[in-house]
């Protein structure tokens, strides 16, 4: 099984419906991401959470909002979904004291991808 | 991620070196790193290099970095069709540890 796991892998919605797309690891990690990517701009951060109190927003939050439920558990809202939400949706995991290397190194779901009609 | 810059094509024959290029413009970067992203997946860590060396190794793959240029080279010998994949730069900055910033990946394409 896979450490991180993104559901759902594919979502066709239309404008204007709520849709959360959801994140769970086991890797034990403190530290959660989602980024969006899109062709030729790479990924972009939308929020971040460095522990389960703890939320900040990334460069590109406007239109969604975050939830850390647990430890594990890490999901992303889209409250009134619009066309330019179509992307390619990744969480990430990443713990600074994780294996003794200290790399800040992030582990990558699948990705779910986005379409709104 | 517009602080991190990568051109975004490379064709490759099969068994050729591949060199992919990027420029980042933060001079207190940490750790730079390359992802790899194929077909339908997520991005794994391919390798890294920590901001104090010049050069790292393993196996097929030779990272270079110019501190004074900011420039960052993945060099990929004897390549194969697996090879196939976009390919993202990333840094790590001391201000923002955990918060990478990427480039915007190369696509690289490896011929028979």
Redesign the interface.
Known sequence: DADVTQTPRNRITKTGKRIMLECSQTKGHDRMYWYRQDPGLGLRLIYYSFDVKDINKGEISDGYSVSRQAQAKFSLSLESAIPNQTALYFCATSDLHGDGRNTGELFFGEGSRLTVL | ?ED?EQS?FLSVREGDSSVINCTYTDSSS??L?W?KQEP??????LT?I?SNMDMKQDQRLTVLLNKKDKHLSLRIADTQTGDSAIY?CAE?RTDS????Q????TQVVVTP
């Open positions: 991620g991190v975004l940490t750790y790193y992802y339908g997946a997520g991005l794994q860590l890294y920590f993202f790590s540890w955990g918060k990478l990427f480039g915007a990946g």
